[in-house]
């Protein structure tokens, strides 16, 4: 079976701060890997995806992620946060084949203005 | 707007009650999913349904029961077998059965407390 690790809990950076949040998964054949956000308050909603090609993934609000096949792992990053990045993000793996995405703990991160 | 309804958003149940929580969509989305999440835990999958009048456990579908009567709606019935009921429950929905393509669609979810 696949799983999802997110070994980040809680994050607090001030604003401006470099973020990268870790995500590794566990499964040997082929996967698509997403990231998604949850505001307080708000639905959960995607950042970025990488399904294949190009390993370094661009998404919404400045976000990107890097796809490391040897690594098995699917890290989130930003040059830099601002207060109102402060959300949970959770990493999230598919199979190639099988429809059911496999969510990692979160991560919750607070901004500090 | 097209989108997912969830309600209630808060919902108090009795310790041996069933509740149901509700889930519609008017996305014509395919299929259907429902999470529980809890702190630390990330979103576990309770039960999903590709098509109507069909539908599959998830990880953790001990204590709860669902239906899918119609494309817009997948009810989830959590039942006085659930042990450990209070938690955030999310529905989602996809396109395509294959969700790779698109991602899903969640709604805003329900709080239910065991009181």
């Known amino acids: 079976a696949q799983s999802v690790s997110q070994h980040n809990h809680h994050v607090i950076l001030s604003e401006a701060a470099s973020l990268e949040l870790g995500c590794n998964y566990s499964?040997?054949?082929?996967?698509?890997l997403f990231w998604y956000v949850q505001y307080p308050g708000q639905h959960l909603q995607l950042l970025l995806k990488?399904?294949?090609?190009?390993?370094l993934v661009k998404g919404i609000k400045g976000f990107e992620a890097e796809f490391i096949k040897s690594k098995f792992s699917f890290n989130l990053r930003k040059p830099s946060v601002q207060w109102s990045d402060t959300a949970e993000y959770f990493c999230?793996?598919?199979?190639?084949?099988?429809?059911?995405?496999?969510f990692g703990g979160g991560t919750r991160l607070m901004v500090k203005p | 707007d097209g989108g997912i309804t969830q309600s209630p958003k808060y919902l108090f149940r009795k310790e041996g009650q069933n509740v149901t929580l509700s889930c519609e969509q008017n996305?014509?989305?395919?299929?259907m999913y429902w999470y529980r999440q809890d702190p630390g835990q990330g979103l576990r999958l309770i039960y999903y349904?590709?098509?109507?009048?069909?539908?599959q456990k998830g990880d953790i579908a001990e204590g709860y029961s669902v239906s899918r009567e119609k494309k817009e709606s997948f009810p989830l019935t959590v039942t006085s077998a659930q042990k450990n009921p209070t938690a955030f429950y999310l529905c989602?929905?996809?396109?395509?059965?294959?969700?790779?393509?698109?991602?899903?669609?969640f709604g805003s979810g329900t709080r239910l407390t065991v009181v």
């Open positions: 499964y040997g054949g082929t996967v698509n």
């Open positions: 999230a793996l598919k199979r190639n084949a099988g429809n059911m995405l496999t």
């Open positions: 349904s590709q098509i109507v009048n069909d539908f």
């Open positions: 996305l014509n989305h395919d299929a």
């Open positions: 989602a929905s996809t396109l395509d059965r294959a969700p790779a393509n698109y991602g899903y669609t």
């Open positions: 990488y399904f294949s090609g190009d390993p």
